[in-house]
């Protein structure tokens, strides 16, 4: 387990005042613009991102509270107790009942062979009267592998609409600063192929217009947004209201003249 207060050169009674200090002096020594060599800048990012998570631990109070309950659990265990035991990071997570901890076992199943366990604990999270959000519990990129790869497994088990919204959000966040880079065709084509085919049909007409809806937002592109907009006609005509379902045909129409698959609806919304 990495010391965070190491990594920024402070002691543990370190001020926030101090921490921030600490964090300036380390990112100008870091930063990869003063390292010339192909293999002194591969090392200055790996470190740059060592650095930003220890700051971004020990600048946030609940967080370092976490970390040093963690840190000196660890430091208790990781010799080994007197039977030989080992500190288990996993029972830790799962002894504790606060969002952040049970967030933070998701990633940590999902990333050691428990799919089921993560998937499982995601359901019983989401139906918390007060929200459960994953990306207020990790930091950009971590939410980003741990939202990809929880959609993954949601889609195996035909969650389609959970799977699209974290595919979405992922979407968004690529969108702002790229992370994945050459890796994001296939998260689009994996939230694309959602919209177009899955969604419909796997949950109320009422729900899917929400990820349709959303999924017209990711702006896939003229084509795929006529698509959608027919899917969602469909939804409205189903749910007893014609007159948007008109108009999300015609906006259909409109974008693409030579959509298919609309005879039957358009004569059964008289158009």
């Not at 208790?76 to 029972?91: N, Q, V």
């Amino acid at each position: 387990m990495k010391d965070c207060y190491q990594i920024l050169g402070v002691t543990s009674s370190a001020s926030a005042a101090e921490i921030k200090r600490a964090y300036r002096r380390k990112a100008k020594e870091l930063h990869p613009d003063v390292h010339e060599s192909r293999g002194s800048v591969d090392v200055a990012v790996a470190g740059m991102r060592e650095l930003i998570d220890a700051y971004e631990t020990l600048s946030n109070p609940e967080r370092r509270a976490e970390f040093d309950a963690l840190y000196a659990a660890w430091r208790k265990y990781a010799a080994g107790s007197p039977e030989g035991t080992r500190f288990d990071y996993r029972m830790w997570l799962m002894e504790r009942s606060d969002p952040e901890s049970r967030a933070k076992l998701i990633f940590f199943d999902l990333l050691h062979g428990l799919e089921e366990e993560a998937v499982r604990e995601f359901r019983e999270r989401r139906e918390d009267p007060a929200g459960f959000d994953l990306s207020r519990y990790f930091d950009r990129e971590d939410y980003m592998d741990c939202g990809f790869i929880l959609a993954e497994e949601l889609s195996f088990r035909g969650e389609w609409l959970e799977a699209f919204a974290l595919l979405a959000s992922v979407i968004n966040l690529e969108r702002e600063r790229p992370y994945f880079r050459h890796f994001f065709p296939e998260v689009v084509a994996f939230a694309r192929d959602i919209a177009r085919n899955r969604l419909v049909g796997s949950v109320s007409d009422e729900l899917a217009l929400d990820g349709l809806e959303t999924a017209l937002e990711l702006k896939f592109g003229k084509k795929d947004d006529a698509f959608i907009l027919k899917l969602m006609a469909g939804c409205y005509e189903r749910i007893g209201d014609g007159d948007t379902a008109r108009a999300c045909l015609a906006e259909a129409l409109r974008m693409d003249p030579k959509l298919t698959g609309i005879r039957d609806l358009k004569k059964r919304l008289g158009m």
